[in-house]
């Protein structure tokens, strides 16, 4: 699913009605609605403002949203045929193709599509029975890890161009490993964060977020502010999670001024979103009723 040349599809239109497919496609979608929506987020986008970016709103992460839902099915039944990388990838590229018209031009979701987009295969994979999100992160890792990992960078993309300059893995080697910061922190975070506050999904969607934020080496980061506006927006992140995180009184307000340094700074933790929203969808297929 990395935007790079990739053979033609030759396993046939997925049926996008079928049921698991649909379902999982369903939960991808809200689980970048929920990422949007989530706020304050440092420097991204939600329906308060658009963060550190100029060139898209919440109206063009919704329009984006909508546009790869489908592929998210086709993905899903192409993990249950047992399809290869190439076959994902393929997908992925139609994906991309939808997003960009939906958004005219805009990237909105491209790393999401390559996350997201392999835990639904994953899903396809492992069926409709009992799984844990660890356990689903994993097995991306066990059935294309060593595809993914052997792949080179995006010649194109920004998060591709600071992974090769700054020597950091990016989002490759995490899909690579089977997710290992989601099954570690994002997750657990997640959890923490709904006994925080059980009454208010936003607020541990914030926790998850700046625990990931705390410890991610963040492509998007990297490209915006260089290694010094990595080592900023990470310390923020400890800070407000050493200080009891929305746990403490007046954690919004705080939140809040991390939010709006990072928007002075124009920095984007773009990688972190993508992971907010693989934790959510991971803990959503866990979790369905």
């Known amino acids: 699913m990395h935007p790079s040349p990739a053979p033609a599809r030759d396993d046939g239109q997925v049926a996008r009605d079928d049921g698991w497919p649909r379902q999982v496609a369903s939960l991808a979608h809200d689980a970048l609605i929920a990422e949007l929506e989530t706020w304050p987020k440092p420097g991204l986008v939600s329906p308060v403002d658009s963060g550190s970016h100029d ?3 919440a109206g063009t992460l919704r329009a984006s949203a909508a546009a790869i839902r489908p592929f998210f099915a086709d993905l899903v039944a192409a993990g249950t045929r047992g399809a290869t990388m190439e076959h994902l990838r393929a997908i992925g590229l139609e994906a991309e193709a939808a997003m960009m018209d939906a958004t005219d031009g805009v990237n909105a979701h491209r790393g999401a599509i390559f996350s997201l987009g392999l835990i639904c295969a994953a899903a396809g994979v492992t069926g409709d029975g009992p799984c844990t999100g660890e356990a689903l992160a994993l097995a991306v890792g066990r059935r294309w890890g060593p595809v993914i990992g052997g792949a080179p960078t995006s010649p194109t993309s920004h998060g591709g161009r600071a992974a090769r300059r700054y020597g950091v893995g990016g989002a490759s080697a995490e ?17 923490l964060g709904r006994t925080r506050a ?13 625990a990931l934020l705390a410890v991610v080496d963040d492509t998007n980061l990297l490209h915006r502010g260089g290694t010094d506006g990595l080592n900023a927006a990470r310390a923020a992140a400890s800070v407000f999670a050493a200080t009891g995180g929305v746990s403490a009184a007046g954690w919004r307000d705080r939140a809040l001024d ?23 969808l991971l803990d959503a297929l866990e979790n369905r009723a």
């Open 55 to 57: 060139d898209m709103d």
């Open 175 to 191: 899909a690579a490993a089977g997710f290992p910061t989601v099954r570690v922190v994002g997750l657990p975070a997640l959890r």
């Open 198 to 210: 059980p009454m208010d999904p936003v607020a541990a969607r914030v926790d998850c977020f700046f």
């Open 258 to 280: 991390v939010h709006r340094a990072f928007v002075a700074a124009r920095l984007s933790p773009g990688g972190c979103a993508d992971l907010l929203a693989t934790t959510l």
